[in-house]
C-alpha cells in the first residue's frame, strides 16, 4: 500500500494534556495540539469502556455531534477501551489551510500515538466513523499513519445530502461526482479555487504518479478523486461498511458501491432504519461490530 509522505502527512504535536474529570468508567481530557504554523487546536477526549484494557477503539462522530454524541454505541462495547474525539476542526477559522477533514485525522492521529507512546493503549483495534466521521475513518486508513486493525464505517460514504462537507462539495463537483472519491479529494485540498489547496493536490497526484488512474487526467479534481479511488481499491485494512436501507442523506447504494472496489471490505444493512437510528440501533450495531472485530483479527 502506498504511504503518504510527510508533506501530505504533517503530524500535529501534543503540547500540553488536561485531565477535566476522571472515574472508574469514564475520563474527559483536553488535549490542546500544535500544527506546522504554530496554530493550536483543542480537541475533547471522552474515554469510556474498559478503563485497563491496552486495546482502544477510536470513535469520530458525525456532523454537530460531540464525543458523547457516539455513546449510542460505545455503551455497549465492553472489553475495548473505547476514545471518542470530538470534531474539533470543522468549525475551524479560514487561516487554516488545511481542509477541516484531513485536520480531524490528524487530531486523531496525534492523540492516537500520544496514548501508544505514553503506554496507555498498545493496539489500535478499530477506527469508527459514523456519518461526516466516516470520511474521516477512511482517511486514516488511506493515510496509512496508524497501525489501525479495522476500519468501522457507519452512515457514510455517499452521495451526501445534508451534511457540511456537500456544501463544500457542491461548489467543486457535478451531482455525478458525488462519491467517495470525490469527497475525500476535498480533504486534500481537491478542487478548490484556493491555490495552496490546488497545490497540496498536485503535491498528492505527484507523490502518488505511480497510480494509473491518474493518466490522461487533465482536470485537477478527477485526478485527485481518480487517485485516491485507488488508494481505495489498495487498501489492505478490513473495512466494514454499515448502512440502513432508508438512508435519505447517505444511499445505501452509494455505500455498496464503495465497498466493492475495496479488497477488504463487506457491508451489513439494517432494513427499515434510516440516517438517525443509529441511536435507537446502538446494541445492534455493537453485535455487528463486535462479530466482524473478532473475524478480522
Given amino acids: 500500500m502506498t504511504k503518504l509522505s510527510s508533506e501530505i502527512n504533517p503530524v500535529l504535536k501534543v503540547q500540553s494534556v488536561k485531565v477535566i474529570r476522571e472515574n472508574s468508567s469514564e475520563k474527559v481530557e483536553l488535549f490542546t495540539l500544535q500544527?506546522?504554523?504554530q496554530a493550536l487546536f483543542n480537541a475533547e477526549v471522552l474515554t469510556t469502556g474498559n478503563m485497563t484494557s491496552q486495546?482502544?477503539?477510536?470513535?469520530?462522530?458525525?456532523?454537530?455531534?460531540?464525543?458523547?454524541?457516539?455513546?449510542?454505541?460505545?455503551?455497549?462495547?465492553?472489553?475495548?477501551r473505547n476514545i471518542s474525539i470530538s470534531p474539533t476542526a470543522r468549525g475551524l477559522s479560514d487561516s487554516v489551510k488545511t481542509p477541516s477533514a484531513q485536520m480531524d485525522c490528524m487530531i486523531l492521529e496525534a492523540i492516537a500515538l500520544n496514548k501508544m507512546n505514553n503506554g496507555e493503549i498498545k493496539n489500535i483495534k478499530a477506527v469508527v466513523g459514523y456519518s461526516r466521521g466516516g470520511i474521516i475513518a477512511l482517511n486514516a486508513g488511506i493515510r496509512n499513519v496508524l497501525p489501525i486493525e479495522?476500519?468501522?464505517?457507519?452512515?457514510?460514504?455517499g452521495q451526501f445530502k445534508g451534511d457540511e462537507l456537500i456544501v463544500q462539495v457542491a461548489k467543486t463537483?457535478?451531482?455525478e461526482q458525488y462519491s467517495i472519491a470525490g469527497l475525500l479529494a476535498l480533504t486534500f485540498g481537491s478542487g478548490a479555487a484556493d491555490s495552496e489547496k490546488a497545490e497540496m493536490s498536485q503535491r498528492f497526484i505527484a507523490l502518488n504518479s505511480e497510480v494509473p488512474a491518474t493518466t490522461g487526467i487533465s482536470d485537477l479534481k478527477d485526478a485527485t478523486a481518480a487517485c485516491l479511488n485507488e488508494l481505495l481499491r489498495k487498501m489492505p485494512i478490513p473495512t466494514l461498511f454499515i448502512a440502513n436501507a432508508e438512508d435519505a442523506i447517505v444511499p445505501i447504494e452509494s455505500t455498496r458501491a464503495t465497498a466493492a472496489i475495496m479488497p477488504n471490505a463487506s457491508v451489513v444493512e439494517f432494513e427499515a432504519a434510516g440516517h438517525l437510528d443509529f441511536y435507537r440501533l446502538g446494541s445492534?450495531?455493537?453485535?455487528?461490530?463486535?462479530?466482524?472485530?473478532?473475524?478480522?483479527?
Fill in 173 to 175: 463537483l457535478t451531482p
Fill in 55 to 80: 486495546e482502544a477503539r477510536f470513535y469520530i462522530p458525525g456532523s454537530c455531534m460531540e464525543n458523547t454524541g457516539m455513546l449510542p454505541v460505545m455503551e455497549y462495547s465492553k472489553t475495548d
Fill in 35 to 37: 500544527d506546522e504554523e
Fill in 284 to 297: 445492534e450495531y455493537e453485535q455487528k461490530i463486535s462479530e466482524f472485530l473478532s473475524q478480522a483479527r
Fill in 150 to 157: 479495522a476500519i468501522i464505517v457507519m452512515n457514510s460514504t
